[in-house]
């Protein structure tokens, strides 16, 4: 009943949070549909890319790459913007942007590739931008003690955007003939999507903190009062209305007419460092790697039939969503952050070091070792047991620490850099990451293991930020004294 209750007080963040994070549904949908195509037979031929190993990893890296190059850029947009149009109408622009890269995508022919490519760049800017914006809207409106809750439901609709992309390639896989059709099937929902994502974006309300800042106070009110289900002059609204303007009006007091400088300052810079530690971690922990090349993982294994390699990696996408409802309606709420962090990392350490330990020892090329056997069906629970611990923590965690941990006056600098520098390496790892397991194999995962075992180490130092206030993360990086 408690729940029930929570839930109809507090209907309209959660509504309002479930919009902005439709995006991250294509956000979803796009990283992951291009690891199934590239791997169907049909994209292959039309594209000339079945002949040459090389040639194949080069192209498909280049593919999955330059989404997130593009997605480095768009991340960098939001705080350039904002300041001038709000963050509601950047939402409309990311549900444009994924319309034109989808329609590029989906028209693209061989032999070439280069629609394709700009296609993805193009997505790519509306999946940085969304990146970006979504953590910080939903931060902004969301109640303090269910924000880490709504702002896991980007995780959430991401899952959902990736399980729909496998399973729409499966689909194609098994009941369309090898023709373009095959291919272009799957990517024309991205266009589907898209139309949902901007035609969702103007049933929006603008952030009541954002519009505090620009001193719209009676819109802030009148906004937060409908986020909250209470009267403008009750308790909870002018307590929570005076604490924004008392942040607002200590920033400008403190550091009046800064601007991106201000993030240099030490006690912001910390907030940086810690936003770029965890990103980069994030990215390092392996899970993009499986993600993106899931096909092209499980046949390293032993599951080269398309069908069989597509099946895998649905019901790996599978378990990550059951595993991420978990994470929200439990592990987010109840345990620390640095609990869950430190918790996952070390599992996903041990997972990855088991799987390499196993690939090198049996590997699907000796008789006996390749689909079904006892090692490939071992190897194939470690990749499910590591995604559910990458779920449970680092998946959805580290967008919701970079997004709560930066002050108004910097919100918008502290997340483009955060969600930039998360973008650069996903690039990398993307990139690097066919060629990596055509040239050392099991090596790779041996690899991811140790970033995440370094990832456990590093995060028993990290800030705790469970049921603080966006204004209360002040004290905590030690911005104001607590007495003030």
């Known amino acids: 009943m408690a729940i029930l209750a929570t839930f109809k007080k507090h209907k309209a963040a959660f509504g309002m949070s479930s919009i902005v994070n439709i995006g991250s549904i294509l956000f979803g949908f796009d990283t992951g549909i291009a690891g199934g195509v590239v791997a169907l037979g049909s994209f292959k031929e039309e594209f000339n890319l079945a ?19 593009g997605a480095f850029f768009g991340a960098l947009i939001p705080p350039f913007v904002t300041k001038f149009i709000g963050r509601k ?7 444009l942007l994924f319309l034109l890269g989808g329609i590029l995508q989906v028209a693209s022919s061989g032999p070439t590739l280069g629609m394709v490519y700009g296609g993805r760049v193009v997505a790519g800017l509306g999946v940085g931008m969304i990146s970006n914006v979504a953590s910080v809207f939903v931060a902004e409106c969301a109640p303090r003690h269910l924000r880490g809750i709504m702002m896991s439901l980007f995780e959430l609709f ?8 496998y399973w729409a390639t499966y689909g194609s896989s098994l009941h369309i003939a090898a023709t373009s059709t095959q291919w272009r099937t799957p990517l024309s929902l991205q266009v589907i ?11 929006l309300a603008e952030s009541p903190r954002w519009l505090a800042k620009q001193a719209r106070y009676d819109e802030a009110t009148k906004i937060l009062c409908y986020l909250r289900s209470a009267a403008a002059d ?24 800064r601007t991106i400088r201000e993030i240099f300052e030490r006690k912001n810079f910390i907030r940086i460092l810690w936003a770029l530690a965890i990103g980069i971690f994030a990215m390092w922990c392996g899970h993009n790697a499986i993600l993106y090349y899931a096909p092209v993982v499980f046949a390293q294994i032993g599951y080269t039939n398309q069908n069989s390699a597509l099946m895998a990696s649905g019901l790996f996408t599978c378990i990550k969503f059951v ?12 345990l620390r952050r640095k609990t869950l962090l430190i918790g996952g990392a070390f599992f996903m350490g041990v997972f ?32 499910y047991t590591y995604v559910l611990a990458y779920s449970l923590s680092w998946g959805p965690l580290h967008w919701v620490y970079i997004g709560e941990i930066f002050p108004a006056r910097i919100r918008d600098y502290g997340m483009a850099v955060g969600a930039a520098n998360s973008w650069l390496w996903n690039f990398v790892v993307s990139k690097i990451t066919p060629i990596v397991i055509l040239q050392i194999g099991w090596k790779t995962w041996l690899i991811f293991a140790a970033c995440n075992i370094a990832a456990a180490l590093l995060t028993c130092a990290l800030p705790e930020t469970k049921d603080l206030s966006l204004e209360q993360m002040d004290i905590l990086f030690d911005i104001v004294d607590e007495r003030t």
């Open 352 to 383: 990855l070091f088991s799987f390499g330990a196993i690939l090198a020892t049996r590997p699907p090329t000796i008789p006996g070792n390749g689909a079904g056997s006892p090692s490939a069906q071992a190897m194939m629970a470690l990749i």
């Open 193 to 203: 999507l898209a139309a949902i994502v901007f035609i969702s974006s103007f049933f």
């Open 234 to 257: 009750s308790t909870e609204i002018k307590a929570e209305m005076a604490g924004i303007r008392a942040q607002i009006q200590e920033e400008l007091i403190i550091a009046r007419g």
């Open 89 to 95: 109408p950047l939402v409309a622009m990311t549900g």
């Open 158 to 165: 991401l899952v959902s955007g990736g399980m729909l992309a």
């Open 323 to 334: 595993s991420t409802i978990i994470f929200i309606l439990g592990g987010v709420h109840s």
């Open 51 to 69: 002949g040459s190993a090389a040639e194949y990893a080069n192209a498909s890296s280049n593919i999955i790459a330059l989404l997130n190059a």
